[in-house]
């Protein structure tokens, strides 16, 4: 343990690239080429998946690489499969012969969902397998020092947690947002989760869609404000409802995109629109014909190129210990933006 004072004085004469190697929480977003793999090692060592882009050998080899050769882990502790569209359940079998499994999480298999996941998911090797329902907590591991890790179900199969003490009425109403068509598909199955590591906030929604959204912050605020929010459904304009967006006042969006999906007009105008957002970063560029000016700078892309010339490029977040601050690195340019937890 390094004592305090000194790591101030090192983190302010070497700025961020040291600070990332002292940073006990990070979060990595791997390139499934717009579907889904967010990758989180814990103040206390363990690493937790959450989705495993699509099936076949890129993904699943993407997501071991970089595991093992980045995060430093032979093993995914807890898996987590929101729901079960191809670009989030996918991988999950041909992974499990990549690299160990601990606890696989899923919102159940229901006998609808059985000749969708199919036999491979059904039956690939993990240590456990857990059914998750609005209101677990993942059964995390915690570091001694510091404060905790702790991640939050939120939502799952369209319900969403009950409201209480420590929830607030939303000040914006609902009457003053767009409403859309009920979406009843697997994406609005999606599990919701909520990591929080002492103020620093971050969440997960997965392909949550735009009334389920609704539900999250209307009447009551069930997320609170946050300090990253993993873009819902890939930046896709059926999701990221622009009532959920300016609730939970983001600071900084990371844009889980493909070349060619997601990256929506209406999307990108929520955020860019959204009180206190300072950074939005892509996993890919947005190469549609007109559609230029929905990119972010191109320093906080991962990818330009796409399809056969892709090359995989990951970002990833560095929390400081104790989550005063955090840091999000694109390798390939190497731009590192620093931001203070609210
Ligand atoms: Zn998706």
Request: aromatic share 6%; hydrophobic share 35%; net charge negative.
């Amino acid at each position: 343990m390094i004592p305090r004072l000194v790591l101030i004085a090192v983190l302010f004469l070497s700025h961020t690239v040291t600070l990332n190697a002292e940073d006990p929480l990070k979060v990595y977003w791997v390139d499934v080429e717009g579907g889904a793999a967010t990758l989180i090692l814990t103040p206390a060592g363990e690493s937790i998946l959450i989705d495993t882009g699509k099936p076949g050998d890129r993904d699943p080899a993407r997501i071991n690489k970089l595991a093992r050769e980045e995060a430093n882990v032979s093993k995914i502790d807890h898996l987590i499969i929101t729901h079960f569209d191809g670009d989030h359940f996918g991988g999950a079998a041909d992974l499990s012969k990549l690299i160990p499994i601990g606890t696989l999480y899923d919102h159940g298999v229901r006998p609808q969902d059985r000749e969708r996941v199919g036999e491979q998911y059904l039956s690939f090797e993990s240590d456990a397998r857990l059914v998750l329902t609005p209101g677990d907590e993942l059964p995390l591991k915690q570091a001694q020092d510091g404060p905790a890790l702790t991640a939050k179900v939120l939502g799952v199969l369209q319900r969403t947690i009950e409201p209480d003490d420590s929830h607030s009425a939303n000040p914006l109403p609902a009457s003053g947002y767009a409403r859309k068509d009920p979406d009843l598909s697997h994406n609005a199955n999606s599990i919701v989760l909520l990591f929080e590591y002492g103020d620093w906030q971050f969440l997960d929604a997965a392909d949550l869609t735009w009334n389920l959204e609704e539900k999250l912050v209307s009447p009551f605020n069930l997320v609170g404000e946050v300090d990253v929010y993993q873009v819902n459904h890939h930046g896709l304009d059926r999701s990221n409802n622009t009532h959920l967006i300016h609730s939970i006042r983001p600071t900084v969006a990371v844009m889980n995109n493909a070349h060619r999906k997601g990256t929506g007009s209406e999307t990108v105008a929520s955020l860019r629109s959204s009180p206190g957002l300072e950074a939005i970063y892509q996993v890919h560029k947005c190469t549609r014909d007109g559609e230029e000016h929905l990119n972010t700078d191109e320093e906080k892309i991962a990818n330009l190129k796409s399809d056969e010339d892709c090359e995989g490029n990951h970002l990833f977040i560095s929390v400081v210990e104790g989550g005063s601050s955090y840091s999000v690195t694109v390798p390939r340019t190497g731009h590192v933006g620093t931001f203070q937890t609210k």
